[in-house]
């Protein structure tokens, strides 16, 4: 006969080392993270955009963006934004990320803090930011 009036152990409310969150160290899907290189070419001439995605949470600084080029004045700039998951992203979907903060602004005045963006990867390996209020894109390549 069995024993049907004994308890399970496997119902116990026990937590175990294998509970969500504990084997991953982030959220963010691992062909998204590294080193990515784009540029506007503009009438003030050719700027360039290193974009660093790393591991991280919802709510956490997981992107970094250093902005550097020429100004319509004359001269240069070089900004250094930063922003954050904003939502864990389903399997296949775009990984939504937060308005930008700037960080670092060589002249601080040229930098100004970016709108929600979305990433998505390309069948070709590339990566497209794209600006969830204007619709605007740019597409960058892995760099590292």
């Known amino acids: 006969t069995r024993a049907t009036d004994s308890p399970s152990p496997d119902v116990s409310p026990d937590p175990s080392p294998s509970e969500d969150g504990d084997n991953s160290e982030g959220a963010v ?18 700027s360039t955009r290193e974009l660093v995605i790393r591991q991280g949470e919802v709510g956490e600084a997981v992107l970094t963006l ?3 080029g020429p100004l319509a ?6 900004c250094v934004f930063e922003a954050s998951l904003t939502a864990e992203p ?3 979907e775009a990984v939504r ?10 002249p601080m005045a040229s930098c100004t803090p970016g709108s929600p963006t979305t990433l998505t990867l390309l069948p070709d390996g590339s990566l497209s930011r794209e600006n969830t209020s204007s619709g605007e894109k740019l597409t960058y390549t892995k760099s590292g």
């Open 73 to 78: 004045t004359g001269g240069t700039y070089r």
């Open 97 to 106: 990320i937060g308005p930008s903060t700037v960080t670092e602004g060589e």
């Open 90 to 92: 389903a399997e296949g």
């Open 29 to 46: 899907p691992e062909g998204y993270l590294g080193s990515w290189s784009g540029s506007i070419d503009n009438a003030s001439g050719h």
């Open 66 to 68: 250093t902005a550097e």
